[in-house]
């Protein structure tokens, strides 16, 4: 049996959540393998008059405050917009280690 934890991925959150993949010895030749999404931490300090961020489309109010979330590792679509119309794009590649960054739409 193998087990998988999960506590948030994208929008989605596990609550003690574990995925079980169970292997049958028998018929292992015909299972392939089991490949499983290197999960990246991404913070995002994102400062400035009521913001909101999207990842991958996905909407997560920060309103100043720091966003940490878990995604899959990959390339990912950040946009964040104030209320004053400031607004951020970027697209980063969550690979190798996990990412921070830090902007102001003051």
Known sequence: VLQVAATKIGNVKYDGLKKQFYVDAGKAHSLGIVKLPAIRTLILRITGPNVITRINGDPYPTYGNQLEVQ????????????????????????????????????
């Open 71 to 106: 995604l899959p590792e990959g390339r990912v679509q950040i946009e964040a917009a104030a209320e004053n119309g400031r607004t951020l794009r970027r697209t980063i590649d969550l690979r190798g280690e996990d990412y921070v960054l830090s902007a102001s739409l003051d």
